[in-house]
């Protein structure tokens, strides 16, 4: 009893503490960025994925990452909506003189920049899903291959009558929620993330997801 109050106590710590960092990354892109990083870190993204998936992948990477942003964010008057309620509007304060020392406080650019960086940084996120999810077939094929070995592995422990190791099984836990984290963490980046860094997290899970199962106490 006190073994699974403690297992639910250190998931939610890992998982507030998961969220915490996660904010930290989007208020460090969106505060202390320069706006000419962005710019050179999706040129350099842009080639990466051009020269590593080839040009027809690239292609459809970008075309559909640009038809989900533009079909979440752009059609639904999010990213209109957030500019408005943010920045002062051109022809309330023509309208309104009394606006006008607020307008022209030289914060508004500023601003401006850092919700073009918030957009972008999204974008960025929805792209890097895409390519994610163009890496499925081998992604697919590593986990399956290691749920078969798992297995496969257990079955041979469990007909020696050896034990399993708890140490080995507790890593494998960690390592796959560690990558977890990354790969929500490394949507936001604020660097370049090449492409053939999913195939080689791929392998990583699945290492661990083998690990994972070969080490599972058999169950009374």
Do not use: C
């Not at 509007?89 to 850092?114: G, H, S």
């Not at 899903?129 to 077939?137: G, I, K, N, Q, S």
């Amino acid at each position: 009893m006190a073994t699974d109050t403690q297992t639910k106590t250190s998931w939610l710590w890992a998982m507030t503490v998961a969220v915490m960092l996660l904010i930290m990354e989007f208020v460090l892109l969106s505060a202390l960025i320069p706006a000419d990083w962005s710019t050179r870190m999706r040129d350099q993204e842009v080639r990466w994925v051009s020269s590593q998936l080839g040009e027809g992948t690239a292609t459809a990477v970008f075309a559909s990452a640009q038809h989900w942003y533009g079909m979440i964010f752009l059609r639904s008057g999010l990213v209109d909506a957030s500019y408005d309620l943010l920045l002062p509007d051109a022809a309330v304060v023509n309208e309104t003189p009394e606006l006008n020392k607020l307008a022209a406080v030289p914060i508004w650019p500023w601003v401006k920049t850092r919700l073009d960086l918030i957009w972008f940084a999204i974008y960025l996120a929805i792209q890097r899903l895409v390519v994610l999810f163009a890496w499925w077939p081998f992604i697919g094929f590593v986990l399956i291959g290691a749920v078969g070995d798992g297995l496969i592995r257990r079955r041979i422990r469990l007909a020696g009558f050896d034990y399993p190791s708890p140490l080995a099984h507790r890593l494998a836990v960690r390592v796959l929620l560690g990558l977890g984290f990354l790969v929500g963490f490394g949507l936001l980046l604020p660097l370049p993330v090449p492409p053939l860094a999913v195939p080689v997290l791929a392998v990583i899970a699945a290492t661990a997801l083998a690990v994972l199962l070969t080490q599972t106490q058999k169950r009374v």
